[in-house]
């Protein structure tokens, strides 16, 4: 994605991050993988299913994205929502989403792809959805983890993702 490389050039990648060297020799569970994606099972799972889709370009976070960035997401979600149908997943148990800064553990943009039931009640509160009560469900109100079609929605229409209502 052109985009994601401009935002590469314009912050160099920090030499220790550890998503910037996914490989099955570096103890990662690679479940897919193209030219610029890649998608494996998170090391401390949050749910039954629990994956990670992330830019084999380093991106910071999802507050670093903008318009241009729409159809990367669309296609982290694309890599997700494939694999959990290869698995025979139900729709309705699933959820896709990102944390948000200063809220999430690794600063390379990855989207989690989590099949329910959670784990347990502190893992079900990592993963909160925030709706505004009075606006479409595409409405994020305040909270750190957003789904992606929340971002998706705040993107195309020009907004940026913070924790604040957007």
């Known amino acids: 994605m052109l985009c994601g490389l401009c ?30 994606y890649v998608m494996f099972m998170d090391k401390w799972p949050g749910a039954t299913w629990h994956y990670l889709v992330v830019p084999k370009a380093h991106i910071a976070s999802v507050r670093d994205l903008g318009p241009d960035d729409v159809e990367m997401v669309e296609d982290l979600l694309a890599m997700g929502k494939s694999y959990f149908d290869a698995e025979q997943i139900p729709e309705e148990n699933r959820r896709f989403g990102f944390h948000i800064p200063p809220f999430s553990s690794i600063p390379h943009l990855h989207l989690h792809c989590l099949a329910m039931p959670f784990k347990n ?13 009075d606006s479409s469900e595409y409405s994020k109100g305040w909270g750190w983890f957003i789904e992606v079609d929340q971002v998706i929605h705040t993107l195309k229409r020009g907004g940026r993702i913070k924790v604040s209502p957007c």
């Open 121 to 133: 009640k502190t893992q079900k509160m990592k993963y909160f959805l925030s709706r505004r009560d």
């Open 7 to 36: 935002i590469n050039f314009v912050r160099p990648k920090p030499a220790n991050c550890i998503f910037c060297g996914i490989s099955e020799e570096a103890d990662f569970r690679i479940a897919r993988e193209d030219s610029r």
